[in-house]
């Protein structure tokens, strides 16, 4: 195994008939690590972000791994800078279960590759910041390994991630309920869907994104108004500017899932996720929660109907369980939000004194450019 970084979008860019091929056969083939959600990240953020790539070839010259990192900064106490590695396209965008890309066919080699070359680069970063990183997958320990038989220090705090395994009908999945909620969400769905200028609706045409996509930024921005929140997409504008971006390229490979509930010709709820190896992944939702009564469970409920008539096995709403996710017969899965350090004093320092990297002390320096001003881009 060769291993080298690449530090130029030039080169980088050289990699992309490689890059898909690779992911297919490797455990880490999730949506948030194709090629064309990199660049769409990479056209939103432009020169704001550097690569910082682990590549690894084998003895023919066949790419066998990436590591795709880029800098970033962070401040310890708002004064000492240290110099992070990140996952390209994890920020902001909502994407999660990251990884390095890795064969099947010869994983742990590449993966010591890659730590041997991050190794032999340590003077060019302090840590590494990798969150949710499946264990599922074998992510995990790959990663945590690989840096261990570098020499690297890690730190871990674990993050539950949940799915749901969808049935064959949705009246399957509703009389799995509780007596109570299956007689609750019986009587909503028909009080709401029984008025005639309401309907659920699905984005089929790309003509139509726009519409639902600021449909759902002015919904959830008044979801989370009522909490005295901004809102996702009003604290990033960035992550507006990705959905933008990256929406009609997802419409066009067959993985954008763009839900509604229409009243009266006007979108009152609204659920984006895509569609990706038979799951469908949820990523964000917005409601007017004076439409209806459990608007979102209607939509959700509606979402699965349709997805289950499409063949999708699986509703996948990733980490970070609420209270309200767990009433869908989850299957937890755990993940790990990885801090790993170069082994060197500085790094040392945060490991010795247990600050975390999205903790009080240690700040994300580059945070406020990531997420983007109105105005710019």
């Not at 009522?226 to 996702?232: A, I, K, L, R, V």
């Amino acid at each position: 195994m060769r291993a080298e970084i690449i530090t130029e979008w030039g080169r980088f860019d050289a990699l992309e008939p490689e890059w898909n091929p690779l992911l297919s056969r490797s455990r880490a083939d999730v949506l948030f690590l194709r090629w064309e959600w990199i660049r769409s990240w990479r056209k939103v953020l432009g020169e704001a972000v550097r690569p910082f790539a682990v590549v690894v070839r084998d003895g023919d010259g066949a790419l066998a791994g990436v590591a795709p990192f880029y800098r970033t900064g962070y401040r310890l106490l708002r004064a000492v800078p240290y110099r992070a590695l990140r996952i390209m396209g994890d920020f902001p965008t909502g994407a999660e279960c990251l990884d390095w890309i890795l064969g099947k066919e010869n994983e742990t080699e590449a993966a010591r590759a890659v730590a041997e070359a991050l190794s032999g680069a340590s003077g060019e970063w302090d840590f590494l910041w990798m969150p949710y990183v499946p264990r599922w997958t074998g992510g995990r320990d790959r990663i945590r390994n690989a840096c261990a038989e570098a020499g690297f220090r890690l730190s871990e705090r674990e993050v539950l991630f949940g799915i749901v395994s969808l049935p064959s009908s949705i009246d399957e999945l509703v009389s799995s309920f509780g007596a109570s909620h299956r007689y609750n969400v019986r009587r909503d769905l028909k009080r709401t869907f029984g008025q005639p200028t309401t309907r659920f609706v699905r984005c089929r045409e790309e003509g139509e994104i726009p519409r639902y996509i600021e449909a759902l930024f002015r919904l959830h921005a008044l979801r989370w108004g009522m909490e005295g929140q901004p809102g996702t997409f009003r604290r990033k504008p960035n992550e507006a500017r990705f959905y933008r971006e990256f929406a009609p390229e997802a419409h066009r490979r067959g993985w954008l899932g763009l839900y509604g509930v229409e009243m009266s010709g006007d979108l009152k709820a609204v659920q984006y996720g895509y569609l990706y190896n038979g799951s469908f992944l949820q990523m964000q939702e917005g409601l007017d929660q004076e439409s209806g009564r459990g608007m979102g469970n209607l939509l959700r409920l509606k979402v699965m109907d349709d997805l289950i008539g499409g063949g999708i096995r699986s509703y996948d709403f990733l980490g970070e369980l609420s209270e309200h996710k767990q009433r869908w017969h989850i299957r937890e899965r755990m993940g790990s939000h990885l801090m790993v350090g170069n082994g060197k004093m500085k790094s040392r320092f945060l490991f010795a004194n247990g600050i975390w990297p999205t903790g009080r002390y240690l700040r994300h320096a580059d945070a406020e450019r990531l997420r983007g001003a109105e105005g710019e881009n």
